[in-house]
């Protein structure tokens, strides 16, 4: 079984749509939880931290669930530009190595 | 600022060349990363180096090996490029290996191909 596990998509969804993207994590101990979004050919840039009380970032909501082992991603209204593909980052205390999930697409059409 | 700075950004090797890649970061960042990435699939850690001075190996480090320069700088070396070996490497850095919400930075990718 993989760290970190990702649906893969591609979720095809049409502007204006609510889309939500799910990562399971098999490693009791982490302690770090992260969103990357990656556009096509482009290197991964940091889109938002999850906290364990949940957090809002514009039309982004991150969600951590610890009993059940996952993250989750929300994104309403959604843009042409929210386009990518959205990787999940764990991190488990004080070992430091982060570990990337393989990525969901998703596609916004108009 | 220019970040993560990764040369080259595009190369084609023959089986069984060698090659470095070179990265630099100008964030004063002590973590510094090697990573490879298959387009369409996830990143897999190659080698880090979690400060200066220090290497380890990650998920995937047959057929390559690093060098922590210094602070800065983080090389990247294929001794005797493998058509297996053709993906995309990106450098990578963070302010602390064991920080929590350490947040990481990446270059602008490397697309290596062997041919």
């Known amino acids: 079984r993989k760290e970190v596990e990702q649906d893969p998509g591609p979720f095809n969804v049409p502007e204006g749509a609510t889309v939500a993207f799910n990562c399971t994590y098999s490693n009791s101990a982490s302690q770090s939880f992260f969103w990357y979004r990656q556009d096509c050919r482009k290197e991964p840039k940091l889109l938002m931290s999850v906290y364990s009380s949940g957090n809002e970032d514009g039309r982004f909501t991150a969600q951590l669930n610890r009993a059940s082992q996952y993250i989750s991603l929300l994104i309403r209204d959604s843009k042409l530009s929210d386009s990518a593909t959205y990787l999940c980052?764990?991190?488990?205390?004080?070992?430091?190595?982060?570990?990337f999930g393989d990525g969901t697409t998703l596609t916004v059409k108009p | 600022n220019a970040g993560v700075t990764q040369t080259p950004k595009f190369q084609v090797l023959k089986t069984g060349q060698s090659m470095t890649l070179q990265c630099a970061q100008d964030?004063?960042?002590?973590?510094m990363y090697w990573y490879r990435q298959d387009p369409g699939m996830g990143l897999r850690l190659i080698y880090y180096s979690a400060s200066e001075g220090t290497t380890d190996k990650g998920e995937v480090p047959n057929g390559y090996n690093v060098s922590r320069l210094n602070k800065r700088e983080f090389s990247l070396r294929l001794e005797s490029a493998a058509p297996s070996q053709t993906f995309v490497y990106f450098c990578?850095?963070?302010?602390?290996?064991?920080?929590?919400?350490?947040?990481?930075?990446f270059g602008e990718g490397s697309w290596l191909t062997v041919v």
């Open positions: 980052v764990v991190k488990p205390a004080n070992a430091g190595k982060s570990t």
């Open positions: 964030m004063n960042h002590n973590s």
């Open positions: 990578a850095s963070s302010e602390a290996w064991s920080r929590s919400g350490n947040t990481i930075y």
